[in-house]
């Protein structure tokens, strides 16, 4: 009897976790634009789930793609490509990985978050490896395909300074040898530094871009939580973005208070670096918005204890008002509650875009599905074109998704 009871204890959160136990009462473009409504929290007993599932591409279908645009599959059959680099002779790297293992007991909320990423298509044995794609001919069909490196762990962010190339491991940054031309890296890579990982790893992606004197790497670190629930014992270098003297080996605080940084990118007129960033859930359908920002050193932008500035999230105890008070408010929101890393791969695909030409500071934005609005989203990718240092946005609404886009870069013919 016990055990019935507890089953349906357990599929009754199940349902309640993916359906709309809270909607939205904004529209999606509301959260888009420099100024975006911030209505009064919701906070609800369990928070509001709902991700389309991804299906995969059926033959023939293709994503929709903004005008004058075309997409193509680049290429089939990856095990969750995650990320994407573009070597200078034009080969194309791609990140296969997934989160690493989860150390000790997740508990009934961890068991129900994991069934549902399942619905997602993650959460699956990480492939822990970077394969190589070569189009010579410009063709957009790749002749030759290789594994490039292997026995990562849990890879996402690459970057190349000379002939040092660095892979940020979930838990590491390592350095290796490379030459031009290379198909393959058998020798093993030299760790430059620990990041921050288990044995919570709540996000566990690490992005690196170097500087564009090669001097040092910005490597993001997304908070070990959603609001430091655990402690901000856990969060020590984390809601971060870390500057790296791969010299020294050594590291630094860059810019915190940014809960979950993925995508990175140097604005080319001004030189500023950019991010894009993941809010924070459990508040709403309306908040918080997603957003990507300018970075500056020594800046504070919010998290935990505010958003958007000064928005106290009194979820979060002791406060810190202090803190609160030069929090810097965010360039450029997105949208309500999608995740987004910004700067598309699709489930097992990489996609190719014919793309018109566009002015040398616009930056290419894919759209994922919201993970938490009761109201599900997607932008399809997009060319923003920005005026000085300031993108615009755009957005398109579906109710299902074929995959989730997650990284994008360009490569001249």
């Known amino acids: 009897m016990h055990d019935s009871r507890l089953v349906l204890l357990i599929g009754a959160a199940l349902l309640a976790l993916g359906g709309c136990s809270e909607t939205a009462t904004l529209p999606v473009e509301s959260g888009y634009g420099p100024n975006p409504p911030l209505p009064e929290p919701h906070k609800t007993l369990?928070?509001?789930?709902?991700?389309?599932?991804?299906?995969?591409?059926?033959?023939?279908?293709?994503?929709?793609?903004?005008?004058g645009l075309r997409v193509e599959a680049?290429?089939?059959?990856?095990?969750?490509?995650?990320?994407?680099?573009?070597?200078?002779?034009?080969?194309?790297?791609?990140?296969?990985?997934?989160?690493?293992?989860?150390?000790?007991?997740?508990?009934i909320r961890g068991w129900i978050m994991k069934k549902i990423m399942a619905r997602a298509g993650s959460?699956?044995?990480?492939?822990?490896?970077?394969?190589?794609?070569?189009?010579?001919?410009?063709?957009?069909?790749?002749?030759?395909?290789?594994?490039?490196?292997?026995?990562?762990?849990?890879?996402?962010?690459?970057?190349?300074?000379?002939?040092?190339?660095?892979?940020?491991?979930?838990d590491a940054l390592l350095r290796f040898s490379y030459e031009e031309g290379m198909t393959r890296i058998a020798a093993e890579g030299e760790k430059v530094v620990d990041l921050p990982a288990g044995p919570i790893n709540h996000h566990w992606t690490k992005n690196v871009i170097a500087s564009p004197d090669g001097k040092h790497l910005y490597v993001t670190s997304g908070s070990n939580s959603n609001v430091a629930e655990n402690g901000m014992e856990a969060e020590e270098n984390r809601a971060a973005i870390l500057e790296v003297d791969p010299r020294t080996r050594t590291l630094r605080l860059f810019a915190s208070g940014l809960r979950n940084p993925n995508g990175l990118a140097w604005q080319p007129d001004s030189g500023a670096l950019w991010t894009a960033v993941n809010e924070r859930d459990e508040i709403g359908s309306d908040l918080v918005p997603d957003y990507?920002?300018?970075?500056?050193?020594?800046?504070?932008?919010?998290?935990?204890?505010?958003?958007y500035g000064q928005h106290v999230d009194v979820r979060v105890k002791p406060q810190r008002p202090e803190l609160v008070a030069r929090a810097i408010v965010r360039t450029m929101p997105w949208a309500r509650t999608p995740p987004r890393s910004a700067w598309p791969s699709t489930k097992g695909h990489c996609c190719r875009s014919a793309m018109p030409r566009v002015p040398s500071s616009a930056s290419t934005v894919p759209g994922t599905a919201s993970r938490a609005a009761a109201t599900r989203s997607c932008s399809f990718p997009s060319a923003k074109a920005c005026r000085p240092g300031r993108p615009r946005t755009c957005s398109a609404v579906s109710s299902t998704t074929r995959a989730r886009p997650w990284g994008v870069r360009s490569v001249s013919r």
């Open 46 to 67: 369990l928070p509001t789930v709902n991700i389309a599932p991804a299906t995969g591409w059926p033959d023939g279908a293709k994503p929709q793609a903004a005008a």
């Open 74 to 107: 680049f290429a089939r059959d990856l095990d969750h490509p995650r990320w994407l680099h573009v070597l200078p002779n034009g080969d194309v790297l791609v990140a296969e990985s997934d989160a690493p293992p989860k150390e000790g007991k997740q508990g």
């Open 123 to 170: 959460g699956n044995p990480s492939a822990n490896r970077i394969t190589l794609l070569r189009d010579s001919d410009g063709d957009g069909v790749p002749e030759r395909r290789t594994v490039f490196l292997e026995n990562l762990h849990s890879p996402f962010g690459m970057a190349l300074v000379g002939s040092d190339f660095y892979v940020a491991n979930t």
């Open 292 to 307: 990507m920002t300018s970075v500056q050193a020594g800046g504070f932008y919010g998290w935990p204890y505010s958003y």
